[in-house]
């Protein structure tokens, strides 16, 4: 599977949310390898640094010390979440900059959101 | 890590969406064990066919069929599906029976939620 197919995903053709009815096996491959470079708390406690950084952006040089994660070992993980549509990276000089792509994460709460709910409290708050 | 800590998360003590603020190590921890559940295209279309079925409940003898694969994997990805907390399970007599925990999915769709965006588009379908 290519992996470019994926990092270009646009989650809102993907039609209906998870729950809405039974998903095509290509758009659960897509939805699976977004979740997988999920998967990771490395990568989940890097995609929160990223968002939570003035301006919203980081620097690989600004991620290696809260982890204790060498600069490789971050590069690795940050690999997996822009092949994932989850975060950018723009190169300027010597340094790469990450910013968290707002659309992708919406897209994906989006997909998650129950289509309809047996849960009345659920219910209640959506309705 | 024991595994029970991470089916009884509730993940709206997890204060703050992924995007809210650095992430403790510990919630990092949890959450990523629930995007590992849906890492697999397998999990993803076992999800959406639950969620699909009359009732939003189905046997696992109607599971196996649709994703063409034998009892003993679907078991396998179910028992995945249901330690993370998004399924719950249901012995009734020879079957087991499944059904998709609505609030642990919404909980999941508002962590990822971005607390803030620098997306125009974004901050006006939210305004």
Chains 1, 2 share one sequence.
Not at 21 to 46: M, W
Not at 83 to 107: H, I, N, T
């Amino acid at each position: 599977m290519p992996t470019t197919d994926v990092a270009a995903v646009d989650l809102s053709s993907c039609c209906s949310p998870l729950t809405g009815g039974s998903l095509e096996p290509a758009a659960a491959e897509r939805l699976a390898h977004i979740f997988k470079a999920l998967s990771d708390p490395a990568r989940v406690r890097l995609l929160s640094l990223i968002a939570a950084a003035e301006g919203a952006e980081a620097c690989i040089c600004d991620l290696t010390e809260p982890l204790a994660l060498s600069q490789p070992t971050v590069s690795h993980h940050m690999k997996q979440l822009v092949e994932a549509g989850l975060v950018s990276r723009e190169q300027r000089g010597k340094w790469a900059y990450f910013r968290v792509v707002d659309r992708a994460l919406a897209q994906l709460a989006a997909v998650l959101t129950p289509a309809r709910t047996n849960d009345p409290e659920l219910a209640r708050s959506s309705a």
